[in-house]
């Protein structure tokens, strides 16, 4: 079992940074792939990004690639989402994942509570 923790949310102004972190517990965490994930009002679910186990590989949407950054220290068991030039349309409730990888939710077994991230214009 993986419980995981979103922190990091809040009001930014577009142009701004927030980085979002997701603390889990558990003694496998550093086995599972992690995933960032939002869901913006009246949208549907929509990925954002995702790491392998060992924080080697990353990989992102293309809308998405060079503005977020996600890593991970298994140490800490933590893994982050640095977001930068936020835009108001990244407004969305994040949410941190856990499981086997990929870019679709059915590809991770574990989900935590969401932060909300709201970027006025």
């Known amino acids: 079992q993986v419980q995981l923790v979103e922190s990091g949310g809040g009001l930014v102004q577009a142009g701004g940074s927030l980085r979002l972190s997701c603390a889990a517990s558990?003694?496998?965490?550093?086995?599972?792939?992690m995933g960032w994930f939002r869901r913006a009002p009246g949208k549907e679910r929509e990925f954002v990004g995702g790491?392998?186990?060992?924080?080697?590989?990353?990989y992102y949407p293309e809308t998405l690639k060079g503005r977020f950054t996600i890593s991970r220290d298994n140490a800490k068991n933590t893994v982050y989402l640095q977001m930068n030039t936020l835009r108001p349309e990244d407004t969305a409730v994040y949410y941190c994942?856990?499981?086997?990888?990929?870019?679709?939710?059915?590809?991770?077994?574990?989900w935590g509570q969401g932060t909300q991230v709201t970027v006025s214009s």
């Open positions: 558990g003694r496998t965490f550093s086995s599972y792939a």
């Open positions: 790491i392998y186990w060992n924080g080697g590989t990353t």
């Open positions: 994942a856990a499981g086997r990888g990929g870019k679709y939710a059915d590809g991770y077994n574990y």
